[in-house]
């Protein structure tokens, strides 16, 4: 059994807003990795987590990814689990996200699917480095997708989030990323199940449990762990939920609560 699970959610989180991490805690994940379990998770694509861990210098095939928010949860190139939205499911939320005016977004093989140009998916390939593929219509091109995505305008994002039919709900997990996407997943799917996973399999006690978050979709995962931390840029949300509050993503928050939690420890 590794001494401690340390999860991580990547976007204002463990990057700043430029998307780097500093060298200082690239530094300090390698010290760490030797005799602790590290989690990345976040609602990226596995291919996009796989290149920052890779950029930060760990050993991949030690290291945990939760992709799409929860979906699938891997160890370096192996498969632990993985769960979908599949057929008529994949259209009914295509249908609410257009009756309320959001781009119709998803994911095949590493490709970022949309059905109609717009700012947002750009900004998403922008974000996650990954490739795009117009389709006409994605319920009719996929039958199995990881997760589904609204994008638009944040005031549209809010609204639809707020009127999401109860069907709907009570069929899939809703939650909001970033303000300009809305995600959607199979039911009971969030960051938390990956946490779950680790301890009921005793992979790693309860007590020796640490994540960091700053967004709504990290709310799930902070709950499951003794040690919850949002940074300061973190939605207000993320704060009543987190026990602890670190610096921002761009004032190196996550190194700085690791260094002062490792000295205490010492």
């Known amino acids: 059994m590794k001494e401690w699970l340390i999860a991580f959610d990547i976007d204002d989180t463990l990057i700043t807003d430029e998307g780097k991490t500093s060298t200082r805690l690239n530094k300090l994940l390698l010290e760490l990795q030797e005799n602790n379990t590290l989690l990345f998770s976040s609602g990226r694509p596995y291919e996009s987590i796989k290149s920052i861990v890779e950029t930060i210098g760990l050993d991949f095939e030690k290291v945990y990814i939760c992709a799409f928010n929860g979906s ?7 498969e632990i689990y993985s769960h979908s939205i599949d057929g008529d499911d994949i259209n009914k939320i295509a249908c609410f996200y257009r009756d309320n005016h959001l781009y119709v977004q998803s994911y095949d093989d ?3 699917l949309f059905e109609e140009p717009n700012e947002y998916t750009e900004l998403e390939k922008e974000i996650t480095q990954q ?5 006409e ?9 990881p997760k589904m995505m609204g994008v638009g305008h944040e005031t549209k994002v809010k609204k639809a989030f707020e009127i999401i039919p109860a069907d709907l709900r009570s069929t899939f997990h809703f939650t909001i990323t970033k303000p300009f996407f809305l995600e959607t997943m199979a039911k009971g799917i ?7 996973y680790f301890i ?3 992979l790693v006690g309860y007590e020796r449990t640490m994540a960091f978050g700053d967004s709504y979709n990290d709310i799930e995962m902070l709950q499951q762990v003794k040690y919850s931390v949002s940074v300061d840029n973190a939605v207000d949300k993320v704060k009543e939920v ?4 670190t610096k921002s993503n761009n004032d190196d928050g996550v190194y700085c609560y690791l260094n002062h939690f490792i000295r205490g420890m010492s």
């Open 72 to 78: 699938l949860l891997m160890k370096g190139n192996d």
């Open 110 to 112: 590493g490709l970022i």
């Open 131 to 135: 490739d795009t593929k117009r389709v």
């Open 200 to 202: 009921k399999n005793e």
């Open 242 to 245: 987190a026990e602890h509050t």
């Open 137 to 145: 219509d994605i319920p009719s091109y996929k039958t199995t997708v």
């Open 190 to 196: 969030s960051k938390g199940e990956a946490i779950e």
